[in-house]
C-alpha cells in the first residue's frame, strides 16, 4: 500500500503520526538527530502543517524536543531511562513467564521452538528480513508469555513503554552481531522452557534475557 492509499484511511496528521514514530522507535531517524518538517512533509508527501501536528504529539509522548529558534530534535534514550525500563521489565516479565508456563496453550510453544529452529538456520544472514524475523518472533513470545500469564495489567504496563522498548531493541542488535545470536540463544532458553513447562528454567531464562539486555543498554549509551 503507497503513502496516498493509506492516507485516505485515516488523517493525514494521524498518518504523519505513525509513519514517524515508526522511523523513530526503529531508529530510522537517530537519537540527537535535528528533523526538517519540509524535508519529513515531502518524505511521507502531506502538509507542513499536517507534519507539525504529528511532530506535536510526538513530542507529548517523549520521542521529540521541539526548541523555538533551533528545531525538532529526536529524544535521546538516556542510560536512567534504558535502566528504568529495562527494571520494570525484570520485575513484570519474570512474574508473567512464570505464570505463563503453566497455562500456555502447548501449540503456541510449540510454534514459537518451530519457528525459533527455522530461524536459527538462518543467522548467519545479516539481511534486514532476518533482522526483522528475530524482532517479530521476539515480540510474539513476549506476547504469548503476556496472554497466558493471565495478568491483563502486565502487557497494559509494558505496552505503555513499548517506543522506549523497541528502540532499546534496535539499539540492541544494531551493528553488535554478538548480541543478535546472543539474543535468538536467550529466546531459544525461554521457549524451551515453556515448552517443557519448566516455571524455574523460564524464570531463570526470562531474567537472563533482560538483564543482558540492560548491560547492552548501559554500553550502548554511556
Known amino acids: 500500500m503507497n503513502n496516498a492509499e493509506q492516507i485516505t484511511s485515516k488523517t493525514r496528521s494521524d498518518f504523519i503520526y505513525e509513519r514517524l514514530k515508526e522511523d ?28 507539525r501536528k504529528g511532530i506535536t504529539r510526538l513530542a507529548q509522548e517523549g520521542l ?11 529524544c535521546e534514550l538516556s542510560v536512567k531511562q534504558g535502566k528504568d525500563v529495562c527494571d520494570i ?8 513467564v512464570r505464570l505463563a508456563v503453566e497455562n500456555i496453550d502447548p501449540s503456541i510453544s510449540a510454534k514459537l521452538m518451530e519457528d525459533y529452529q527455522r530461524l536459527w538456520k538462518k543467522l548467519d544472514d545479516d539481511s534486514p528480513e532476518t533482522v526483522n524475523a528475530i524482532y517479530d518472533l521476539d515480540d ?10 493471565g495478568n491483563e495489567m502486565v502487557p497494559q504496563i509494558i505496552h505503555s513503554y513499548s517506543p ?16 543478535k545470536r546472543g539474543t535468538m540463544s536467550e529466546m531459544g532458553n525461554i521457549i524451551a522452557a515453556l515448552v517443557d513447562r519448566d ?3 523460564a524464570e531463570a531464562a526470562m531474567y537472563v534475557h533482560i538483564n543482558n539486555i540492560k548491560k547492552t543498554v548501559e554500553k ?3
Do not use: F, W
Open 64 to 74: 521529540l524536543i521541539s526548541r523555538p529558534q533551533y528545531g525538532t530534535i529526536v
Open 89 to 96: 521489565r525484570l520485575l513484570l516479565e519474570t512474574y508473567a
Open 199 to 201: 516455571v524455574k528454567a
Open 140 to 149: 510474539r513470545m513476549h506476547n504469548a508469555i503476556y496472554n497466558a500469564c
Open 24 to 51: 523513530i522507535v526503529n531508529l530510522y531517524y537517530k537519537p540527537g538527530e535535528k528533523l526538517s518538517e519540509a524535508k519529513i512533509a515531502e518524505r511521507y508527501g502531506v502538509s507542513r502543517d499536517s507534519t
Open 164 to 179: 522506549i522498548i523497541r528502540r532499546i531493541q534496535v539499539a540492541n542488535m544494531m551493528g553488535h552481531n554478538e548480541r
Open 220 to 222: 550502548n549509551t554511556d
